[in-house]
């Protein structure tokens, strides 16, 4: 049973190149906040690091884990299985610390609908427009073009899930984004006000998706 003095979770997602990865290790740099690595069977990017970024495996060792039910979610996201383990998760919260997951909006699901009793807020993070996320997708993804190209024909699909989301946040400039969430952490824990407009962010969606 959950106490009072369990901690929070806290989902980002966001379509690919939005900057959710960014905005996570921003976070984790808060005291109590950390972040829950993720299994993946893609191959590392060259700046990350195993068992930092991801727990990089091969099919079979992430099978076998579905096997074992090791997972509290896992799906397959751009032909690659991304998964993440229950128990660290549970140990952390149940120490009191928050954690933060880097996943998309089918993990996000999952563990929604697993009504675990502990405090969620889930976040949608957005970038200011397609051309801002293409160029941030192509410099990220430098050695492959087609990578950038690929996951932008998968934006159109991506936001539509906005919809299931606590708050939609856009990240336009980085450190005004991580404020927002930020406070609205703050708010949430502390039963504070909230600054948030639903109506401008709808305004946003519709401009990103014509
Ligand atoms: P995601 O995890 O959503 O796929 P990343 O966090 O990897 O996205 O960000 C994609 C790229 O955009 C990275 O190269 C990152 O450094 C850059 N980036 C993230 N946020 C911003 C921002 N507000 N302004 C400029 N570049 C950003
Ligand atoms: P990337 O390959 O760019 O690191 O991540 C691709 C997508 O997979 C992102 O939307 C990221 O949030 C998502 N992702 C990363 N880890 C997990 C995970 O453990 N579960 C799920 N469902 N998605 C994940």
Known sequence: ?????????????????AGKTTLVKLLSKRKNFKISISHTTRKPRDSEIQDKD???VDE????????????????????HLYGTSRSPVISNLQKGKNVIFDIDWQGADQIKNKKLDYKLITFF???????????????????????????????????????????????????????KIESLIDAELNNGPKDYDKDYIRNHIEKLTV
């Open 125 to 179: 993070i957005l970038p200011p427009s397609k051309k801002i996320l293409f160029d941030r997708l192509s410099n990220r993804d430098m050695k492959d073009k087609l990578i950038a190209e690929k996951r932008m024909k998968e934006f159109s699909r991506d936001v539509l899930h906005w919809i299931n989301y606590d708050y939609v946040i856009i990240n336009d400039d980085l450190e005004s984004c991580y404020k």
């Open 60 to 79: 079979s060792e992430f099978k076998r884990l579905v096997q074992n039910e090791e997972f509290l979610e896992y799906a397959k996201v751009f032909n």
């Open 54 to 56: 991801y727990f990089f």
């Open 1 to 17: 049973m959950p106490l009072n003095n369990d901690g929070i979770m806290v989902i980002l997602s966001s379509p690919s190149g």
